[in-house]
């Protein structure tokens, strides 16, 4: 079966400082993109990063990068600096059933950002 | 501008009424999508459609339908709310390309008494 877990349900990090999301899934795909996605508190759900799973780098999008480790299965997403409006659910993701099927979702992170 | 839209934002309505949940998006999608989301929970697709005359139901079980006449719209009916369709519906598109991202809408907040 497909599936996407998320293990930390709330996360927390100090102003300015760096937290590590953490997002295992299992696919039997050789090629596909990995997604992480960020809701706002009552706001709309955008994309944050994505990571082609042929590519060895690692993606980095200002301050969010990710640790993928494909053999391992894990795609950790990283927010440096962090910053009070970071405050978010956030979905880790990838589409099943070849790259053109839809997008299945972790549970999510709820991330909190200390002042 | 090219973005997702969704009408109404928020919709309180009584137990039996028959609703829709619009929505629209001006980026020539094939691909559209509807999420059920409890607040702060995770997301369930409920239907999809991969482009004019195409429907599709989604991994959790729903009483609500959906259309697709026109590319560009993909509205969800419900025919007699009840309370527990209380919820969040996301409704989501994304182009015909080798990684599917998915763009959302702004949601409609539904709760029926």
């Known amino acids: 079966a497909q599936t996407v877990t998320q293990s930390q349900p709330e996360m927390s990090v100090q102003e300015a400082e760096t937290v590590t999301l953490s997002c295992t899934y299992d696919t039997s795909e050789s090629d596909y993109y990995l997604f992480w996605y960020k809701q706002p508190p009552s706001r709309q759900m955008i994309l944050v990063i994505r990571q082609e799973a042929y590519k060895q780098q690692n993606a980095t999008e200002n301050r969010f990068s990710v640790n993928f480790q494909k053999a391992a299965k894990s795609f950790s997403l990283k927010i440096s600096d962090s910053q009070l409006g970071d405050a978010a659910m956030y979905f880790c993701a990838y589409p099943y059933g070849g790259s053109q099927g839809n997008l299945i979702f972790g549970k999510g992170t709820k991330l909190s950002v200390k002042p | 501008e090219a973005d997702i839209y969704q009408t109404p934002r928020y919709l309180v309505i009584g137990t039996g009424k028959k609703i829709t949940l619009e929505c629209s998006q001006t980026m020539g999608h094939d691909k559209m999508y509807w999420y059920q989301q409890d607040p702060g929970m995770e997301l369930h697709l409920i239907h999809y459609s991969y482009g004019v005359n195409s429907t599709e139901k989604g991994d959790l079980s729903s009483e609500s339908t959906v259309s697709r006449i026109r590319t560009e719209h993909f509205p969800l009916t419900l025919e007699s709310a009840r309370p527990s369709h209380t919820s969040q519906y996301l409704c989501?598109?994304?182009?015909?390309?080798?990684?599917?991202?998915?763009?959302f809408g702004p949601g409609t907040r539904l709760t029926v008494l």
């Open positions: 989501a598109s994304s182009v015909k390309s080798s990684y599917n991202e998915q763009f």
